[in-house]
Every structure is written in structure tokens, then in C-alpha cells.
């Protein structure tokens, strides 16, 4: 055998109280050495079961009902080299335990969850080296010291008594995979390891184990939903589906001429950046609501009514919030506690009928300036206006009592996690009809039959209104949560990340429901996103959130051709598109520099001598440099400046980190 | 993390002065005092009332005081070591105490390391093997000690120590050894008649712990860093020990606050109907018979076990997890 690992004929069974059911039928595959397999399929597919036999870590109602895992172990007792049927072997047995974490080692998708809270970052690692290697203590340290360094933690000795919940997330999953690598096994499986991050730090982490890779000669398992982290990062492509193999092979064979019709429209369902004005996702399953429906067809007139789109909605004018980090003691004043700011003077608006896209990293402040508008959480300054159809102006943060009650008709929120946003007690139709209970309509049967529409309006069958939430899918969780923000008919819909948490093609059905929506009931949206693909499917603007700042602000084909804001470049560079022709280039990232407003180029960065204001470019581009400045920014970029701006961003980087005589970095 | 201790043991005090007032409010509520209700008695039974001893104490302990004189002069007493003359004992409240608290606590420890001993290993037990026979075996057994009435599992043990052992009902000790000086003999004898009193109280926390600290590991077992904690090839035991019983433990020092007060007044119920000499049943006399400065003592002493409890309780849990020692007072 020549491959470093060969799965043949793998079933894999879970029992459950009607009989066994087969979650992974007939499997085979390979790994061969040095290189990275990327396993693909939707969720539920069966991909992360395979991952978990090989690991022998199948959760308790699991078993291997047939096949072989054949594995070339390199670490066996006196070196020498043996290949290891895992599937025979006793999941928690002596030798399944020295492959574990030894020779093939696992990264887990949620770095929030997947180390131990209570323990230093240092001992978890250490731990796994001194279980494999006979090093001693001393030796381990250093060991560990080394591969924190290569995983690029600024401080590695500090990081070693650091506890997980002092890092960030991206600086949690480096810590994963130094703990997945510190025995140099010969395998890494990677279940999602970046799914859950932003992309900046999606393609520092991407880079990282492809350099590690070439670096310790490693093979890699890509488990991944993500056509394009498969792109950029395997060579070899196993599609799954429904527990089977629908196609394997080279990773140009699979993009180039895709044959099985699954990986099609598996394919068609990803937003590119390429797309036709106008062109639709091909989701799997399309939904169609019924052309009669008594809610499309009042709010068809209403939509007509008001098409002007010019317009404005929603004003917002120099919203600031701050938010105190830490709590004063009972002898302390309120004001001397440490703030830090959320959202720092944002100015934009919103016209009538436009989907306007919020991009940005975690912690951006995207959340919190959504909850202000929605009147969640108080600003310390600055000013909301809202506009109704005919013009009426209305002061959105002074409104209180039955002002804001009767207000909050004319705006509604979806939440991004289709699991905890809705009540596990209470039936779909309770749920959907709860806005309309709070708002004062009590008639039982009347509820009944706008929710029953409502349910249709999103493609869920109104049969299903009994049902609790917990029988249905995330999509289907999804759409719930539509039907229940579209219930009291609102002007304007705060999406936030209402997609991230679904698999390509049902997050392909969902948004193109709700960009038929917006066409169907005149709907406004702000639309919150980290995925710059999905923002740039659905959003005609697009404003830029970098540490609670808007950096820039454009209409959607002028942001992505002439993007100015060094932190907005930064972004568009690190997303990885499913296209062999369009690789990211992962030695252009600058460490995650880009999003510290402090190491931003001249005009742009934050530096307490210079007022930054938002800067008109024409055509409805704005960005946010120092005052002074016009329309020349877009020129800056034109020229040659551009062409290297990495490089300068680089070199203005260095020259910050050095004591430069009388710089101060804040 | 000083500015932390200190910022607690200072927001100790309003909250113990609070408590005084309620307590003194409480006992002085019922109408009259000690005094009168025993005058009223002793008239009953037609003896003769030394009035001038009645008028001494009344004077005395300033019951022709207004109420809030009175508290003044009883906080005050407190703070310097004076807690007051029993009535009903007709000692200082110091001496009444004093006899009984050994005993007490000694009950208390015993049922407490009784209550730990038997309910960890088993509780864990139960959470790692969920839904096996052993499993349902100790549930079922936890479900008849969490039901089964305290007092009759103490009537059925005393019966039968009776008869198999020949130990003699009632109390910590043969009756010939109350009231003499502690000898080797005597110490035997309590050991012989402790195991009662401790296994019944014990029981009764034992099934409550099993119960929760089985749901509390299961909850840790079920969580991701555990799975990682296997992917790095750790043996199962080490895994359990070092990772989610870790976690799972915190309630329990949560819990402390509440132990100590139990710990000194132990369990009412249960000391009567076996005529233990501890303070509960001491407690409940007091109450009954509005013996205020033995009550109020009493009173005064669980709450400050409470604010005690709790403060050191919150000590631990910043030595043991380390998101309270270095997360704390952060807020989104």
C-alpha cells in the first residue's frame, strides 16, 4: 500500500429504538501521502461520521458495521513501520489510543468549545506531547514553545499560561492545531477548522497548515462544506452524499468537469463573485409559494405604491456607543471604568426598497449598531430618523411608551441562529403568530389563517403549523423565522447573519427567497454579513464595519471593482472563491494587520491628529479618511500606490512597530 | 483580587446588621416576653412568683426597654462577646452553646464526609454509565432515599441497632455516660451510637447529590473539549478526572454556603425524633418559649455562616476556575 491511509467498503451504523439505521454506506477513499483530500458534502451527509471512524471517536450509539480503515502508522513501538487495520482495532484500547492524537491528530470546527476552559492553553498541548513522545517536562515546554511560534502567536511564552478565553477565535484554533501538531503526526484531519471564522482569519489559518503541511510532510483530511476552501487548498476532491460517494478525484477533474449531477448543483448554489447582474443561485430544492397568497397580494399594491427609489428610509447620524469592560467595584465611581468603543460615529442611510449590506469581522460592532436601531440597546450619541412613505419624519431614539410600541410594527429582526431563536415549547404557529398577539390581534381563528399564509409565503406547508420546532431543519428553522418578521407586515427587516449557520444549498434557497420577498412586498433590508459572497448575491450597497468604524460605503459593483479602503482590499483578498483560476494569495495577508485601524496607510489610519470624515468619491462611494481629502483618494488607488499597496501597508507596519522618534501607537 | 476581598468583607457588614434587625424583629413579633409567658405559667400551676428575681432580670436585660433600646444594647453585647442569658437555662447564652456545639459538629462532619463519600464515586458512576443497569440501580435506590421520610428511616435503623446490636435508643451515648467527664469509654460509646444519626442525615443529601452531580457531568461529558480531550489519546479515567469533573465540581463549591449553616444547626427533624443533644433541637425550645437571647444567638450565628459560607465559597471558586479569577466584572 502506498497511501498513507485507505478506507474500503466503510459502513458505519447508528442504533436507534426502530432498528439500525446506516449513516455511512459503503465508503472507500484514500490519502496519499503529503497530500490534502477535502471531503465535501452538505450536512448530515455523512462526512464527519467517516472523520470519526477513523479517529475510532463515533459517539456511543455508533458503530463500524463493515470495511476497512488501513493505516500506515510510522510510530510504532520500535519505529518501525506497520499498517494498522483501525477498524479492528478497540476504540479506547492501547494501541487505538497511541495512533490517537500521535499519528493522526484532529481540529476541531468551533474553537470556542473545543478546548477545556479551566485549563492553561501551555498544559492542554503539553499534555498531548507527553502522552506520545517520551519527552520530559522541560523538554516538552520547549517543544510546545516551538510549535507556538509556528503557528504565529505573537507571544508564545505568555501564551502558554494563558487561559482559551483569552483569546481570540482565531488565536483559539491556531491553539487547536499546535495541539493537533505537536506530535508531527502523519495525519491531520480537519473537520471545518475554519468555518466558524471570519475570513480574514479563515485565510491566515488556510495558509498556516498549508505551510505547515510542506513543513512537517503531513497528509490532510479537509472536512468542509466550502467550495471554496476545497479550491484553494486540496488536490485530490471526495464528494458525499446521503452517506455515499457521489464522485472523487483530482481537484481540477472536479472543478473543471464536474460529472455527477449532485456536485453541479452543489456548485450552482454558491454565490461567486462573477455572477450576471441579475442571475440566481440554482438552489436544490427551489421554494415556490403559492401565486394566490392573500400576503403577497395586499403588499404587491403597497410595493407599487411607493417604487421611488431614491428615497430614504432609515437616517442614521453619528451614532456612537460605548461599553464599559469592567464592572466598578461598590467604592468605585461608574465613570472611571475602562470603555471601549462599540460603534464609533457611523453616519449612513438607508433608502426605501434597497437591500443594504453590512459587512465586517466578529466584533466589528455590526450586532450592536443593528440592536441600536432597533432600539435594544441606548446610543451615547447621535441621531435615528425614520421616514414613512409619505414623507413624515419620525425621531426613532425618542420615541418611548406606546409611540415605540406601535414603531416597532414598521421594523423587525431575524436572528442568525435558526436553534435558539425560537422557543423549543412553543408550536410553529404560536410562534409565527406571537408578534401578532402582542400587537392586538386576539382572534384565534384570524391568526390562524395569516400564519397559514405566511407559512406558505416562505415555502413551509401550512399542515405543519402544530409541529414544535425541533422537527425541522435549520433552513426550514430559517424560513420560520422569516414567516415570524414578515408577520406584522414591517417597512424595514434586519437580517443578521441569517444565513451563516446553513449548509450552500439551502442558504442559496433562502436567499433567494428573500430577495423575491423584497420584490414581492416592497421589503427594505439591512443586511448583516461576514460573507462577503452572500452579501455581494443579495445587497445593492454595501457599508464596510472595521472596529466599530464604517470604513466605506458603495454601491455593490463599485466596491468590489475599485475598493479604496486598505481594509475593505484586505477583505476582498482573503475570501476564497470555489475557482481553480482565482486562487487566493495566501503570502499577501499581513498577518491580520489590516484590521488595526492604527497600521491603516496615511489618509486613512487613526491617529488622534487627524479628523476622519467620510469622504464623497461620486457615484455613492464613500470612505472614511482624514478630512482634507477628496475625490483624488480614488486616484491614490489608480495609480501605481495600488499596484504594491500590500507591500507599503507592510513597510508602514514596521515603521509603526519600531520606536520611531516621537511616534506613539495608541 | 484584594480589592476584591476587602470590597466583600466590608459589604459583610450592612448585610449582617440587616439581618440582626430582621432576627430581633422576628423573635420580639409574638406579644409579651420570656418573663410573662412564664409568670403566666407558673401562676397556672398555682406556685408563687418570685416577682423580685422577675423585676431584677426584667431590669437586668432592659425588657422595660423600648424595642429599639433594647437591640441597641443587644448588638452591642454581641459585638463584644456577650451573647446574652438564656432564661430558660438560667446561664449565659455562652455556656448553653458551648455544651452542645462538639457534638454538633462532629454529627455534622461525619454526615457530611458521609454524604461526599458515598455520593461522588457513585454519582460518577452513574453519569459515565448513563442508562446501565448499575445505572438504574442507583437511581431507583437515590429515588427511595430522596423519598423515604427521614424520621422513619430513623426509627427503623434505631429499632434495629436495638435489637442486632443491643445499642440503646435515643441520644449520643448510654445514658450512664450524660453528663460525666470524656473518657475512652465514652468516646466508644458515641462512636457506637453516631453511625445512626450520620448515615440518616447523610442519606438524605446523598440521593439530592447523586442526582446533581450525575446531571452536571453529563452535561460536561457531552461537551466538545472532552471529545478533543480523546482525540489527543488520553486514557478514558484521566480524561474524566482531569476534564469535565473539573468542571463539574463548581456547584458543589457553590454549595458551601449553604453546608455551613447546616453544619451548626444540623438537622432539626431528625435530632429530635432521636433525641440527639445538638443545637437544632435547642433552636426550636428557644423559639417556643421566646428565650430571645439564646434564640437570637442562634439566629445570629447561621446568618453569619451564610454570608461566611458564601464569600468563602466565591474564594474557591476563583482558586478553581479561572474564567471567575480572570473574567470577572467584564460585561458586553
Known amino acids: 500500500m502506498d497511501d498513507l491511509l485507505r478506507i474500503e467498503d466503510l459502513r458505519v451504523s447508528f442504533r436507534l429504538p426502530e432498528g439500525d439505521l446506516q449513516a455511512v454506506k459503503g465508503v472507500s477513499f484514500r490519502i496519499p501521502e503529503g497530500k490534502t483530500v477535502a471531503l465535501v458534502g452538505e450536512s448530515g451527509s455523512g462526512k464527519t461520521v467517516v472523520s470519526q471512524a477513523i479517529m475510532r471517536l463515533l459517539p456511543r450509539a455508533a458503530y463500524i458495521s463493515g470495511g476497512r480503515i488501513l493505516f500506515r502508522d510510522r510510530h510504532c513501538a520500535g519505529g518501525e513501520t506497520k499498517i494498522v487495520d483501525l477498524a479492528s482495532l478497540a476504540a479506547d484500547g492501547r494501541e487505538m489510543r497511541s495512533i490517537r492524537g500521535g499519528s493522526i491528530s484532529m481540529v476541531f470546527q468551533e474553537p470556542m468549545t473545543s478546548l477545556s476552559p479551566v485549563h492553561t492553553v501551555g498544559d492542554q498541548i503539553c499534555e498531548a506531547l507527553m502522552i506520545h513522545r517520551n519527552v520530559s517536562g522541560e523538554e516538552a515546554r520547549k517543544i510546545v514553545l516551538d510549535m507556538l511560534t509556528?503557528?504565529?502567536?505573537?507571544?508564545?511564552?505568555?501564551?502558554?499560561?494563558?487561559?482559551?478565553?483569552?483569546?481570540?477565535?482565531?488565536?483559539?484554533?491556531?491553539?487547536?492545531?499546535?495541539?493537533?501538531?505537536?506530535?508531527?503526526?502523519?495525519?491531520?484531519?480537519?473537520?471545518?477548522?475554519?468555518?466558524?471564522?471570519?475570513?480574514?482569519?479563515?485565510?491566515?489559518?488556510?495558509?498556516?497548515?498549508?505551510?505547515?503541511?510542506?513543513?512537517?510532510?503531513?497528509?490532510?483530511?479537509?472536512?468542509?462544506?466550502?467550495?471554496?476552501?476545497?479550491?484553494?487548498?486540496?488536490?485530490?476532491?471526495?464528494?458525499?452524499?446521503?452517506?455515499?460517494?457521489?464522485?472523487?478525484?483530482?481537484?481540477?477533474?472536479?472543478?473543471?468537469?464536474?460529472?455527477?449531477?449532485?456536485?453541479?448543483?452543489?456548485?450552482?448554489?454558491?454565490?461567486?463573485?462573477?455572477?450576471?447582474?441579475?442571475?440566481?443561485?440554482?438552489?436544490?430544492?427551489?421554494?415556490?409559494?403559492?401565486?394566490?397568497?392573500?400576503?403577497?397580494?395586499?403588499?404587491?399594491?403597497?410595493?407599487?405604491?411607493?417604487?421611488?427609489?431614491?428615497?430614504a428610509i432609515l437616517e442614521i447620524k453619528n451614532l456612537t456607543k460605548t461599553y464599559k469592560t469592567r464592572k466598578g467595584g461598590m467604592f468605585k465611581k461608574e465613570e472611571d471604568a475602562p470603555r471601549v468603543l462599540a460603534v464609533d460615529d457611523i453616519s449612513f442611510e438607508v433608502r426605501r426598497g434597497e437591500c443594504l449590506g453590512l459587512v465586517g469581522e466578529s466584533g466589528c460592532g455590526k450586532t450592536t449598531l443593528s440592536k441600536i436601531i432597533m432600539r435594544a440597546l441606548t446610543p451615547d450619541n447621535g441621531s435615528i430618523k425614520f421616514y414613512e412613505p409619505d414623507g413624515t419624519e419620525r425621531d426613532v431614539l425618542s420615541m418611548d411608551g406606546d409611540e415605540l410600541f406601535g414603531f416597532r410594527e414598521r421594523m423587525?429582526?431575524?436572528?442568525?441562529?435558526?436553534?435558539?431563536?425560537?422557543?423549543?415549547?412553543?408550536?410553529?404557529?404560536?410562534?409565527?403568530?406571537?408578534?401578532?398577539?402582542?400587537?392586538?390581534?386576539?382572534?384565534?381563528?384570524?391568526?390562524?389563517?395569516?400564519?397559514?399564509?405566511?407559512?406558505?409565503?416562505?415555502?413551509?406547508?401550512?399542515?405543519?403549523?402544530?409541529?414544535?420546532?425541533?422537527?425541522?431543519?435549520?433552513?426550514?428553522?430559517?424560513?420560520?423565522?422569516?414567516?415570524?418578521?414578515?408577520?406584522?407586515?414591517?417597512?424595514?427587516?434586519?437580517?443578521?447573519?441569517?444565513?451563516?449557520?446553513?449548509?450552500?444549498?439551502?442558504?442559496?434557497?433562502?436567499?433567494?427567497?428573500?430577495?423575491?420577498?423584497?420584490?414581492?412586498?416592497?421589503?427594505?433590508?439591512?443586511?448583516?454579513?461576514?460573507?462577503?459572497?452572500?452579501?455581494?448575491?443579495?445587497?445593492?450597497?454595501?457599508?464596510?464595519?472595521?472596529?466599530?468604524?464604517?470604513?466605506?460605503?458603495?454601491?455593490?459593483?463599485?466596491?468590489?471593482?475599485?475598493?479604496?479602503?486598505?481594509?475593505?482590499?484586505?477583505?476582498?483578498?482573503?475570501?476564497?472563491?470555489?475557482?481553480?483560476?482565482?486562487?487566493?494569495?495566501?503570502?499577501?495577508?499581513?498577518?491580520?494587520?489590516?484590521?488595526?485601524?492604527?497600521?491603516?496607510?496615511?489618509?486613512?489610519?487613526?491617529?488622534?491628529?487627524?479628523?476622519?470624515?467620510?469622504?464623497?468619491?461620486?457615484?455613492?462611494?464613500?470612505?472614511?479618511?482624514?478630512?482634507?481629502?477628496?475625490?483624488?483618494?480614488?486616484?491614490?488607488?489608480?495609480?501605481?500606490?495600488?499596484?504594491?499597496?500590500?507591500?507599503?501597508?507592510?513597510?508602514?507596519?514596521?515603521?509603526?512597530?519600531?520606536?520611531?522618534?516621537?511616534?506613539?501607537?495608541? | 483580587m484584594l480589592n476584591y476581598i476587602i470590597n466583600r468583607i466590608l459589604t459583610m457588614i450592612p448585610t449582617l446588621l440587616a439581618i440582626s434587625i430582621i432576627i430581633f424583629t422576628i423573635i420580639q413579633l409574638p406579644p409579651g416576653d420570656f418573663l410573662e409567658t412564664q409568670i403566666a405559667e407558673m401562676q397556672a400551676q398555682g406556685e408563687n412568683v418570685d416577682l423580685e428575681k422577675i423585676e431584677y432580670l426584667r431590669k437586668e436585660y432592659g425588657l422595660d426597654q423600648p424595642p429599639y433600646l433594647q437591640y441597641l444594647g443587644w448588638i452591642a453585647g454581641f459585638v463584644q462577646g456577650d451573647l446574652g442569658y438564656s432564661f430558660e437555662h438560667e446561664l449565659p447564652v455562652t455556656e448553653v452553646i458551648g455544651d452542645r456545639m462538639l457534638l454538633t459538629l462532629v454529627?455534622?462532619?461525619?454526615s457530611t464526609i458521609f454524604t461526599y463519600v458515598v455520593a461522588f464515586p457513585i454519582g460518577i458512576y452513574s453519569a459515565v454509565k448513563q442508562y446501565s443497569v448499575g445505572d438504574y440501580i442507583v437511581s431507583v435506590v437515590g429515588f427511595i432515599g430522596l423519598a423515604t421520610p427521614n424520621f422513619m428511616l430513623a426509627l427503623i435503623l434505631l429499632y434495629s441497632a436495638n435489637v442486632w446490636f443491643g445499642t440503646s435508643i435515643g441520644g449520643l451515648m448510654d445514658p450512664q455516660y450524660v453528663g460525666e467527664p470524656w473518657s475512652w469509654s465514652k468516646v466508644g460509646s458515641v462512636l457506637e451510637h453516631l453511625w445512626i444519626p450520620v448515615v440518616v442525615i447523610g442519606t438524605s443529601g446523598t440521593a439530592g447529590m447523586i442526582r446533581r452531580l450525575r446531571a452536571n457531568l453529563l452535561d460536561e461529558l457531552s461537551k466538545q473539549y472532552v471529545v478533543t480531550a480523546r482525540a489527543k489519546g488520553l486514557s478514558p479515567i484521566r480524561i474524566l478526572i482531569k476534564y469535565p469533573l473539573r468542571l463539574a465540581i463548581n456547584p458543589f463549591i457553590a454549595d458551601l454556603g449553604s453546608i455551613l449553616p447546616s453544619l451548626f444547626s444540623g438537622a432539626v427533624l431528625v435530632s429530635f425524633v432521636m433525641g440527639l443533644e445538638t443545637n437544632g433541637p435547642m433552636l426550636v425550645k428557644a423559639l417556643q418559649s421566646q428565650d430571645m437571647f439564646l434564640a437570637g444567638s442562634f439566629l445570629m450565628f447561621e446568618a453569619g455562616l451564610v454570608v461566611l459560607g458564601v464569600f468563602l465559597s466565591d474564594l474557591m471558586l476563583a482558586a478553581v476556575d479561572p474564567r471567575i479569577r480572570l473574567g470577572g466584572g467584564a460585561s458586553k
Open chain 1, 150 to 311: 509556528l503557528v504565529g502567536f505573537p507571544d508564545p511564552l505568555k501564551t502558554l499560561d494563558t487561559y482559551p478565553f483569552e483569546l481570540s477565535g482565531g488565536l483559539r484554533q491556531r491553539a487547536v492545531i499546535a495541539m493537533g501538531l505537536v506530535c508531527r503526526p502523519s495525519l491531520l484531519i480537519a473537520d471545518e477548522p475554519t468555518t466558524a471564522l471570519d475570513v480574514t482569519i479563515q485565510a491566515q489559518i488556510l495558509k498556516l497548515m498549508k505551510d505547515l503541511q510542506k513543513e512537517l510532510g503531513m497528509s490532510i483530511l479537509m472536512i468542509t462544506h466550502d467550495l471554496g476552501v476545497v479550491a484553494n487548498m486540496a488536490d485530490e476532491v471526495v464528494v458525499m452524499y446521503h452517506g455515499e460517494i457521489m464522485e472523487s478525484g483530482d481537484v481540477q477533474d472536479i472543478f473543471q468537469n464536474p460529472g455527477h449531477p449532485y456536485l453541479k448543483a452543489l456548485l450552482a448554489a454558491v454565490p461567486r463573485f462573477d455572477m450576471e447582474p441579475g442571475e440566481r443561485l440554482v438552489p436544490i430544492r427551489e421554494i415556490k409559494p403559492d401565486g394566490n397568497n392573500p400576503i403577497l397580494r395586499t403588499k404587491r399594491d403597497r410595493s407599487v405604491h411607493h417604487s421611488a427609489q431614491t428615497s
Open chain 2, 107 to 110: 454529627v455534622a462532619f461525619a
Open chain 1, 412 to 666: 423587525q429582526f431575524m436572528f442568525q441562529d435558526p436553534f435558539s431563536s425560537l422557543n423549543p415549547r412553543m408550536t410553529v404557529q404560536d410562534l409565527i403568530g406571537e408578534p401578532l398577539l402582542i400587537h392586538g390581534m386576539k382572534d384565534r381563528t384570524e391568526r390562524r389563517e395569516i400564519v397559514a399564509a405566511l407559512m406558505d409565503v416562505v415555502g413551509l406547508s401550512p399542515l405543519h403549523m402544530n409541529r414544535y420546532p425541533h422537527s425541522f431543519s435549520g433552513g426550514q428553522r430559517q424560513r420560520i423565522g422569516i414567516a415570524r418578521a414578515l408577520a406584522l407586515q414591517p417597512d424595514l427587516l434586519i437580517c443578521d447573519e441569517p444565513v451563516s449557520a446553513l449548509d450552500v444549498s439551502v442558504q442559496a434557497q433562502v436567499l433567494n427567497l428573500l430577495t423575491d420577498l423584497k420584490e414581492a412586498l416592497g421589503l427594505t433590508y439591512i443586511f448583516i454579513s461576514h460573507n462577503l459572497a452572500v452579501v455581494d448575491y443579495i445587497a445593492d450597497r454595501i457599508a464596510v464595519m472595521c472596529r466599530g468604524r464604517l470604513v466605506e460605503l458603495a454601491p455593490k459593483a463599485q466596491l468590489f471593482r475599485n475598493p479604496v479602503h486598505p481594509y475593505t482590499r484586505a477583505l476582498l483578498r482573503a475570501v476564497p472563491e470555489p475557482d481553480l483560476h482565482n486562487l487566493l494569495n495566501l503570502n499577501d495577508l499581513m498577518e491580520g494587520k489590516a484590521s488595526i485601524p492604527e497600521l491603516w496607510p496615511a489618509p486613512f489610519t487613526v491617529d488622534g491628529e487627524h479628523r476622519a470624515v467620510m469622504i464623497d468619491l461620486g457615484e455613492g462611494h464613500y470612505v472614511r479618511a482624514h478630512e482634507g481629502h477628496g475625490p483624488d483618494l480614488m486616484e491614490y488607488c489608480e495609480t501605481g500606490d495600488c499596484v504594491d499597496e500590500g507591500a507599503a501597508l507592510k513597510q508602514e507596519i514596521e515603521n509603526r512597530q519600531g520606536p520611531g522618534p516621537g511616534e506613539s501607537v495608541r
